[in-house]
């Protein structure tokens, strides 16, 4: 079989199960699926930021493109800009700046992971996070999702290893749950294990009062007051959700940004992002840190509250404590017919499928921005309720 008839098998066999996806750009329709939670992109602030930013530094210390990899030549002033920015946001010890949420985590669970190591993933982890652990040739075992302690039981065990990981995000993507982070913290102390959490989702939903949307890890500045997460924590912080921009820092101890600088391939084999987004950036982290996106968190936590009590109101589960609130439908063909109807009411809510989730737990993932209306998550709701009656789901 040539390469090309097994692609048109492979996508047949997907269409056939209502699984194959595809690229749409449909900006007519009400956005209860993109990432930008705190509505930065679509109400114009990230585009007027970025206005003001080039009138204001042309051309001198800021470029377009790095031309280069950091370590050859494509280090500009804006990247340790950024990096202090993000430090002083979320009071981490030291930073460094990748490409994206999926070429940190690859390039740091590859570089910092290695055979000789065993890495505990939450059942759910995002891919980038398996991929990591993946290359580095570590033994990889799978705890039940959020269950502390069948986690526990594992680290128990006896198994000669020289590292122990626990891999685990703030937010998880598809569920919008959280973890015992505390717990995990304890766990990792115990056990002498590093967690490496994943906070993409997290960042401009949780923070504290003095790290507006920090992040998860910042949420429990009090109850940590006194300890230093960071010689068992690495954090990972991905931008392209609530920050509404891309790439992502590694977060933790500043040995820990010495060893990537040489060690992880996606950041050292890789050309450097534009300057010129770095000093986007430390504009979006330092207008956090200066509580100019507070209304909007404070916004977005309003209509989170507002449309999980509808949901609650109306029998259907909620576990999610973040703007991901996931609607399970079940079979993938009904979930696709439910999100075919929305789309036809003018409401962009995709269809989660597998092999993103598990078989039988396809689900409506809606994602909860700041600048949605009352009416417009009742609208949401009720032909969501209107689907369930028609299709006679039992959820
Ligand atoms: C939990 C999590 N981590 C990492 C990533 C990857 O981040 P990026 O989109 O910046 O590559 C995503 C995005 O899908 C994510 O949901």
Redesign the pocket.
């Given at each position: 079989m040539s390469y090309l008839e097994h692609l048109e098998r492979e996508i047949k066999n997907w269409e056939s199960q209502s699984l194959h996806r595809q690229l749409r750009f449909e900006p007519e329709l009400l956005d209860f699926s993109s990432n930008d939670y705190l509505c930065l992109n679509s109400d114009g602030s990230h585009w007027k930021l970025l206005q003001e930013l080039l009138k204001e530094k042309p051309g001198t210390n800021v470029t377009v493109g790095s031309t280069g990899s950091r370590l050859i030549r494509g280090h500009w002033p804006s990247f340790d800009e950024a990096e202090n920015a993000f430090n002083a946001w979320a009071e981490t010890p030291s930073s460094l700046l990748f490409q994206?949420?999926?070429?940190a985590?690859v390039g740091t669970l590859s570089a910092l992971t290695g055979p000789g190591d065993i890495a505990f993933c939450d059942r759910l982890c995002?891919a980038?996070l398996l991929d990591g652990v993946r290359l580095s040739g570590a033994q990889k075992q799978y705890f039940q999702h959020n269950d502390l302690n069948h986690l526990e039981s594992l680290l128990k065990k006896k198994i000669p290893r020289k590292r122990r990981w626990i891999l685990c995000?703030s937010v998880f993507?598809m569920d919008g749950d959280i973890p015992d982070l505390a717990g995990l913290l304890d766990l990792c102390r115990k056990y002498d294990a590093t967690l490496f959490l994943?906070e993409?989702?997290a960042l401009g939903y949780y923070g504290s009062p003095g790290n507006p949307g920090a992040g998860l890890l910042a949420s429990l500045k009090k109850e940590l007051a006194g300890r230093d997460p960071y010689s068992h924590v690495i954090l990972?912080a991905?931008?392209?959700?609530a920050p509404g921009i891309?790439g992502?820092f590694v977060a933790g101890h500043p040995l820990l940004r010495q060893f990537l600088v040489n060690r992880a391939r996606s950041f050292v084999f890789s050309t450097a992002q534009p300057p010129v987004l770095a000093a986007l950036i430390t504009r979006i982290l330092e207008n956090f840190r200066s509580h100019v996106y507070d209304h909007r968190i404070a916004a977005l936590r309003e209509n989170v509250d507002y449309f999980k009590n509808l949901l609650k109101e109306n029998r259907i589960q909620v576990s999610s404590r973040s703007a991901i609130i996931p609607v399970v439908l079940g079979e993938a063909d009904v979930c696709l017919k439910t999100s075919r109807r929305l789309k036809e009411i003018g409401m962009d809510v995709r269809a989660i499928r597998p092999p993103t989730v598990a078989p039988g737990s396809s689900r409506l993932r809606i994602a909860i921005h700041s600048c949605h209306t009352r009416d417009q998550l009742g609208r949401l709701l009720d032909v969501i309720l209107e689907m369930i009656q028609d299709l006679n789901l039992e959820l």
């Amino acid at each position: 079989m040539s390469y090309l008839e097994h692609l048109e098998r492979e996508i047949k066999n997907w269409e056939s199960q209502s699984l194959h996806r595809q690229l749409r750009f449909e900006p007519e329709l009400l956005d209860f699926s993109s990432n930008d939670y705190l509505c930065l992109n679509s109400d114009g602030s990230h585009w007027k930021l970025l206005q003001e930013l080039l009138k204001e530094k042309p051309g001198t210390n800021v470029t377009v493109g790095s031309t280069g990899s950091r370590l050859i030549r494509g280090h500009w002033p804006s990247f340790d800009e950024a990096e202090n920015a993000f430090n002083a946001w979320a009071e981490t010890p030291s930073s460094l700046l990748f490409q994206s949420g999926y070429s940190a985590n690859v390039g740091t669970l590859s570089a910092l992971t290695g055979p000789g190591d065993i890495a505990f993933c939450d059942r759910l982890c995002h891919a980038s996070l398996l991929d990591g652990v993946r290359l580095s040739g570590a033994q990889k075992q799978y705890f039940q999702h959020n269950d502390l302690n069948h986690l526990e039981s594992l680290l128990k065990k006896k198994i000669p290893r020289k590292r122990r990981w626990i891999l685990c995000e703030s937010v998880f993507s598809m569920d919008g749950d959280i973890p015992d982070l505390a717990g995990l913290l304890d766990l990792c102390r115990k056990y002498d294990a590093t967690l490496f959490l994943d906070e993409a989702h997290a960042l401009g939903y949780y923070g504290s009062p003095g790290n507006p949307g920090a992040g998860l890890l910042a949420s429990l500045k009090k109850e940590l007051a006194g300890r230093d997460p960071y010689s068992h924590v690495i954090l990972s912080a991905p931008l392209g959700k609530a920050p509404g921009i891309m790439g992502a820092f590694v977060a933790g101890h500043p040995l820990l940004r010495q060893f990537l600088v040489n060690r992880a391939r996606s950041f050292v084999f890789s050309t450097a992002q534009p300057p010129v987004l770095a000093a986007l950036i430390t504009r979006i982290l330092e207008n956090f840190r200066s509580h100019v996106y507070d209304h909007r968190i404070a916004a977005l936590r309003e209509n989170v509250d507002y449309f999980k009590n509808l949901l609650k109101e109306n029998r259907i589960q909620v576990s999610s404590r973040s703007a991901i609130i996931p609607v399970v439908l079940g079979e993938a063909d009904v979930c696709l017919k439910t999100s075919r109807r929305l789309k036809e009411i003018g409401m962009d809510v995709r269809a989660i499928r597998p092999p993103t989730v598990a078989p039988g737990s396809s689900r409506l993932r809606i994602a909860i921005h700041s600048c949605h209306t009352r009416d417009q998550l009742g609208r949401l709701l009720d032909v969501i309720l209107e689907m369930i009656q028609d299709l006679n789901l039992e959820l």
